[in-house]
């Protein structure tokens, strides 16, 4: 993990001041950010958390005396363009190491959370995210944070508990004053939190019925003592109720407890323990506290809107931006991204030749005329990402299945309906998944690409529990199959990795060699 983390720091800072100029929405971000340093009031249609962020590395930025030997004063005031990246730059390399730590939280299993690690450090997207002035990236790091202390606090007791629970409800707070869609990172736990406590009614509905049902197999046997049908004969004719667990000794039911412990089983199953006035003062009053309290800062700046007000000024923003490629040529329906059908370029300009300097400001030439193509691409690493789908899919087949042989099992033979450690992981997967995806479809305006980022980390960990799968299977094609998807994936990276850094490329190497479709570019 430390060879991971090393490989996504170097990633993100080499060659992090090649474009002096603002990068996409580094004309707003930067700027903003800017702003807070120089007291000048603005608007921005999100919450202020990130631009904070940014401007906090600015001002430290300033105050080193490397990396200033080119400058610029596009954000409003002379500066390096390492002064406004760099701490996205660092910030961004501590992804992989969280999703790396949910998925080691949620099985214990350090080949899933090396694997898991790894994915996140090949993709393209968070790379050209963390390499700019932009925000996207700290809804995903706060809102994964949120979920990594979760699943600390489900996994200690009693003080550890609620100091874990109440980090949880601040990082979740941080993610939703980025941007609002953080808000989806805490809709993944109330569902999992409501799905626990809807396996653990069943589980005592069916053992109740179990009771019951025993309580007629005593009766009928009290009454049939006398009679010819033999003792064997009775107890046999009701043999599927000998396999509930109500029929295990108290050594019996021992063991298998301190089975489980010596399992480690996933903390997910303690959900349960977290009662409803725990869940709204962690997960519910603390987030908005912190939320509330990040926006004093912004208010006392800008002050011609209040609290209420400014929300309704962003609340507008967004319902008048409209959805069309006439508002963004870019523009992209939710339900295209898991096949990345139109990334965005970031940043794109053409040379004559490698000798010339990188054009940062005005047109690019007519085409056909420069030879040598600078393109930033948000874009993630394709294989990465269909794999990701495709392993998604696998595992919510999985989870119907899984659910459907419960059923049966439970209609035939009132067992017990607890989940296994597996399924709970899947459940965690598909769940925040489906959390930071479905609700983009009922958004009316203009979608962009990167909005897909806070669901595709866990296309991330779908398709690392694949692999893991794979790798630890006792079939060698098996086995093949998940080592040859790693290095598939691995190699996709080092192929495109020169439109996530905007590396120099002839017209043949960036289209068709690298830009495979007609909606990529």
């Not at 800072?13 to 903003?32: C, I, M, P, Q």
């Not at 998925?103 to 694997?115: D, E, G, P």
């Not at 690690?117 to 809804?139: P, T």
């Not at 998807?485 to 068709?512: C, D, K």
Request: charged share 10%.
């Amino acid at each position: 993990m430390a060879s991971v983390f090393l490989l996504s720091l170097a990633l993100r800072f080499w060659g992090l001041g090649r474009f002096n100029t603002l990068v996409f929405d580094e004309v707003y971000y930067a700027k903003f950010g800017n702003n807070y340093l120089t007291n000048t009031p603005f608007f921005d249609g999100h919450p202020p958390l990130g631009k904070y962020i940014i401007a906090i590395g600015i001002w430290i930025g300033n105050q080193i005396p490397f990396f200033q030997n080119q400058v610029n004063g596009l954000t409003g005031s002379v500066m390096s363009p390492i002064s406004y990246r760099w701490i996205n730059a660092f910030s961004g390399s501590w992804i992989p190491v969280i999703v790396a730590a949910i998925a080691y939280q949620i099985s214990y299993r350090r080949s899933f959370a090396l694997l898991a690690g790894l994915f996140a450090a090949c993709d393209g997207i968070f790379i050209v995210e963390s390499r700019y002035a932009l925000i996207n990236q700290y809804i995903v790091i706060f809102g994964l944070l949120g979920q990594l202390f979760l699943l600390l606090a489900l996994a200690s007791q009693r003080i550890w508990r609620s100091f874990w629970l109440v980090l949880s409800g601040v990082a979740f707070g941080a993610s939703c004053a980025t941007k609002w869609n953080g808000l989806w990172f805490l809709l993944g736990a109330y569902l999992l939190w409501i799905i626990a406590w809807g396996n653990q009614w069943l589980q005592s509905f069916h053992l109740s019925k179990v009771e019951s049902d025993r309580q007629h197999q005593d009766e009928f046997l009290s009454y049939s003592s006398n009679s010819p049908v033999s003792k064997e004969s009775s107890q046999s004719f009701f043999l599927p109720l000998s396999f509930t667990p109500l029929s295990l000794s108290k050594r019996q039911t021992k063991y298998i407890i301190n089975n489980r412990i010596e399992d480690k089983s996933t903390p997910l199953k303690k959900l349960t323990q977290l009662n409803i006035f725990q869940i709204v003062f962690f997960l519910g009053i603390i987030p908005a506290t912190i939320y509330s309290l990040i926006w004093i800062p912004h208010l006392q700046l800008d002050t011609r809107y209040g609290f209420v007000e400014v929300h309704k000024q962003i609340l507008g923003f967004h319902e008048r931006l409209g959805n069309s490629s006439k508002i963004h040529p870019y523009c992209s329906a939710w339900y295209t991204w898991p096949f990345m059908i139109r990334p965005m370029a970031y940043f794109y300009q053409t040379v004559t030749s490698l000798k010339n300097p990188i054009p940062v400001i005005g047109p690019s030439l007519p085409a056909g005329t420069g030879k040598i193509v600078y393109d930033v691409h948000a874009m993630g690493n394709p294989f990465l990402w269909w794999f990701g789908a495709a392993a998604l899919l696998f595992l919510l087949g999985v989870l119907i299945r899984q659910f459907a042989k419960l059923w049966i099992r439970q209609k035939r033979f009132f067992l017990s309906a607890e989940l296994s450690n597996e399924t709970w992981i899947i459940l965690y997967i598909v769940v925040n998944y489906a959390a930071n995806l479905l609700p983009w479809a009922k958004v009316n305006r203009c979608l962009f690409i990167y909005h897909y980022m806070t669901a595709v980390v866990f296309a991330f960990l779908a398709i690392a529990w694949l692999v893991d799968r794979c790798i630890r299977s006792y079939h060698t094609q098996i086995r093949a199959i998940g080592v040859t998807l790693t290095f598939l994936i691995m190699i996709a990276f080092v192929f495109w990795m020169p439109i996530y850094l905007g590396l120099p490329l002839s017209n043949f190497e960036y289209r068709p060699m690298r830009m495979w479709f007609n909606s990529w570019i």
